[in-house]
């Protein structure tokens, strides 16, 4: 007798080992796709020392850049500063994903990494902290490896050179992946030549006043304490690299090792102010000035800055009582006192303000008491007011970028500008509380403003009799009827205001040429 085992018959028996093994691989499928995790280790050292345990070492996730200023970057490459990890990242106010220590020997090893890219910060109390940026983190097994700097390279040359006298061989530091320096702490004024190195942290304790040459390598960190002064009368280079910023800040207890264990809010005291004094020859570029009374103060004749960030300060860059300064490629962000500014210019006869970027700062430029630097292709963004200009200044303000809360430009008592070839977009572009019987020059201007492109401003005081020439604007409008209610001067019916703003002949399309060149 022959079994007949029909299609249907078969399906039936198929179907419940099918949907068996269906449900196996789906399983299998989803514990495959569970969150990968790598492991990183690495052998960091102490210099000087024979026992490497305990430095701590966090993983950190990337800091986030500044959309805004990523977009002006991107738009415009050559003003200000690039950003990135390297002058963006500071672990007190980063997020912590992992962390561990070192042993005897310096190794370390750190489980359990969701894959990705961090930052990495080895860091012990009286030793500093050093930063790895961008670290890719795979699943499986993860090596600290970092390209050596020309700096280092030559540091490691030099100290596992041989020196006869007596004979010796150095291989201090060849083994580590990365070697912390001891703190120096300053406590007494220094009076001869001195070299803050690379990559070594300096604790100003106390006012400090250097009379000698001083140079600043790459990489260095300064660490005043709170409302401490630096002041600076010799040489002075302090000329970091665009990879390798020098960094000046705030001497925190949050810079100890025990912030990976007990994160806490981060809440910052500021320095005094580092401050450049006497006749000699300074040179500062690719430097950071952070949590400040003021960043940098310079009263030396003809000074020139570059390529410097200042941040989260009362002020920048301020100048006084010189002939002329010169500063370009500054970025200046959140500087949140009202009677100073990012960049600050008083009593300063001749300059050039260039290239800068200016965001999110109560006051962008300040330009005071007679003081008349050339102001041009500077990018100002979300500022309560862009550039103020007051006691008798008379700036050329030319082909800038200002885009503000309140007020783009604001001059006052007895300063003439002349205001050219600006794009400006705030709530009131050019405000005048003003007097005196000269005329004021703005043209070729591309002025979008919400409530007033030109306003004059007075009170019994100070009565407004002077027009102002403000030939060939555009208002973003043809309609004479409107571009007058962007107009503020007699016509309105201010009792104390008998100026005019003589605003024909006007543009009737954008001006192509104003703005950043």
């Known amino acids: 007798m022959k079994l007949k085992i029909n299609s249907s018959s078969l399906n039936f028996f198929l179907f419940p080992f099918s949907f068996f093994l269906l449900i196996i691989i789906m399983l299998s499928s989803c514990s495959n796709t569970g969150p990968q995790t790598g492991t990183l280790s690495g052998t960091i050292n102490l210099e000087g020392q024979s026992d490497h345990s305990n430095i701590t070492i966090g993983v950190y996730k990337l800091a986030e850049l ?52 961090y930052n990495v910060v080895a860091i012990k109390d009286s030793f500093g902290f050093r930063y790895i940026y961008n670290v890719q983190i795979n699943s499986g097994e993860n090596l600290l490896q970092r390209k050596k700097d020309k700096d280092e390279r030559k540091k490691l040359e030099d100290e596992n050179s041989f020196n006869l006298l007596p004979l010796s061989f150095n291989l201090e530091g060849s083994k580590a992946d990365l070697t912390l320096y001891p703190a120096t702490i300053i406590s007494a004024d220094i009076t001869t030549a001195t070299i ?99 960043g940098l103060l310079s009263k030396v004749n003809g000074f020139e800055i570059s390529d410097c960030i200042f941040r989260e300060s009362q002020c920048g860059f301020k100048v006084e009582s010189v002939d002329s300064a010169f500063c370009s490629n500054l970025l200046c962000k959140d500087i949140y006192n009202d009677s100073f500014a990012g960049i600050y210019f008083n009593q300063v006869s001749h300059g050039l303000i260039k290239k800068n970027i200016i965001i999110d700062c109560e006051d962008g430029i300040n330009i005071k008491v007679e003081s008349s630097p050339y102001v041009i292709n500077n990018y100002i963004n979300s500022c309560n007011t862009g550039i103020d200009i007051s006691f008798y200044s008379s700036s050329n303000i030319h082909n800038n970028e200002i885009y503000c809360f309140n007020y783009s430009i604001y001059i006052a008592h007895l300063s003439y500008p002349i205001i050219e070839k600006n794009n400006v977009n705030s709530t009131v572009g050019i405000g005048m509380f003003n007097f005196g019987d000269k005329k004021s020059e703005i043209h070729y201007n591309n002025l979008n403003c919400s409530i007033y492109a030109i306003k004059l401003r007075a009170d019994h005081w100070t009565p407004i009799y002077y027009d102002v020439s403000a030939e060939n604007n555009y208002y973003y409008t043809t309609n004479e009827d409107e571009i007058e209610t962007l107009l503020y001067d007699k016509h309105d019916g201010h009792q104390f205001i008998e100026g005019e703003i003589i605003y024909k002949p006007y543009l009737t399309t954008l001006n192509i040429y104003s703005g950043i060149l």
Do not use: M
Not at 69 to 98: C, M, S, W
Not at 104 to 114: H, K, L, Q, R
Not at 244 to 264: C, E, K, L, M
């Open 66 to 117: 500044d959309p805004d200023i990523v977009a002006i970057n991107q738009e415009y490459p050559f003003i200000g500063v690039i950003i990135n990890q390297h002058t963006e990242f500071d672990h007190r106010f980063g997020t912590l994903v992992k962390a561990g220590e070192t042993d005897a020997s310096g190794y370390f090893e750190i489980n359990d990494i969701p894959t990705g890219i």
């Open 196 to 294: 803050f190195e690379s990559y070594h942290h300096y604790i100003i304790e106390q006012d400090i006043k250097i009379d000698d040459e001083l140079t600043i390598e790459p990489g260095a960190v300064i660490r005043l304490n709170d409302r401490v002064k630096l002041t600076i009368n010799g040489d002075l280079t302090a000329e970091g690299r665009v990879d390798n910023f020098i960094w000046f800040t705030s001497n925190d207890s949050i810079f100890s090792s025990s912030v990976f264990r007990f994160p806490s809010s981060v809440s910052l005291y500021e320095y005094n102010r580092v401050e450049l004094d006497g006749t000699l020859n300074k040179e500062v570029a690719y430097c950071k000035f952070e949590h400040a009374g003021t």
